[in-house]
């Protein structure tokens, strides 16, 4: 059993040698390598291979080519539309500012903060009537108020 066994795996080492020197001179003739003794048939029919081979890889790399330029365009689309709300925000915001500098206090900016609207409310204490809004509990000199006046006398609205 083993003289057969080892016939057969020296039968098919021989085989694959022979495939392999085959596809060597093949590779070598694609590459214009040892054609210089075919014959017009063999010549013609290396180069309708090369063209075959030649169009198989134009094929793929159009294809490629395609694929990317869709995915830019994608892309593209993408970014314009962005460029396009970032230009109204600014639009926006550069009316805003306008508004601001003239003094008008009615834009239309969507985030807009809340309006200051003043406050009238009469002081607990003395009975008088004090008008104004409040510094945020923070005195002028930049220390916090310990009372519910601030500096100027006024009380916060979110203390009455």
Known sequence: MAPQCSFSNYHEY??????YE???HSQRQLLGEDIGNLGIAELERLERQ???????????????????????QGKEEMLMENNVVLKRK?????????SWETGEQSFTYSHKP?????????????????????????THEGTAATSPQDANGL?????L
């Open 114 to 138: 809340a309006q200051y609207e003043p406050s009238i409310h009469p002081l607990h204490g003395n009975g008088t009537l004090q008008m104004g809004c409040s510094s945020g509990g923070v």
């Open 50 to 72: 090369l063209d075959i081979s030649v169009g198989q890889v134009r094929s793929l790399k159009t294809q490629s080519q395609l694929d990317r330029l869709s995915e830019l």
């Open 90 to 98: 600014l639009e926006e915001i550069d009316l805003a500012l306008k």
């Open 14 to 19: 021989l085989q694959l040698k022979s495939k």
């Open 22 to 24: 085959r596809l060597q």
């Open 155 to 159: 009380v916060p609205e979110w203390v």
